[in-house]
């Protein structure tokens, strides 16, 4: 299967889906990033008081639009499509929009 396709297709993130959604990143850092990023870091991520704190900030945000891939039901990635808060002329060369798509343990940032 190509790594973006999603069965059972996408949609935009409702409220109900920043909690699976904030696990499934939490998850997707602990196998990227297992001994690069201090350990304790990244089992704190798995924290309820943490994926609830993450699934509040998305939710709350108006500069950045959440969708989400359906499997079986289920949270399968998400994408986050936004400006950059980046105002340097470093990220004015990146185009107006950057989002990472997560599914799974892979991530793939597209410009």
Do not use: N
């Not at 945000?61 to 959440?66: A, D, E, I, W």
């Not at 400006?83 to 950057?98: H, K, M, Q």
Request: glycine share 10%; with cysteine.
């Amino acid at each position: 299967m190509p790594p973006m396709e999603f069965i059972g297709g996408a949609r935009r993130a409702e409220p109900k889906d920043f909690l699976p959604i904030a696990s499934l990143r939490a998850r997707a850092w602990q196998a990227a990033y297992r001994g690069i990023v201090p350990q304790a870091h990244l089992d704190a991520m798995s924290e309820p008081s943490t994926l609830t704190e993450r699934a509040e900030l998305m939710s709350a945000s108006r500069r950045v639009r959440t969708y989400v891939g359906m499997r079986g039901g289920l949270v399968s990635g998400f994408v986050g499509v936004g400006s950059s808060p980046d105002t340097s002329p470093r990220s004015e060369s990146c185009g107006p929009c950057t989002s990472t798509l997560t599914s799974g343990a892979k991530a793939w940032v597209v410009r």
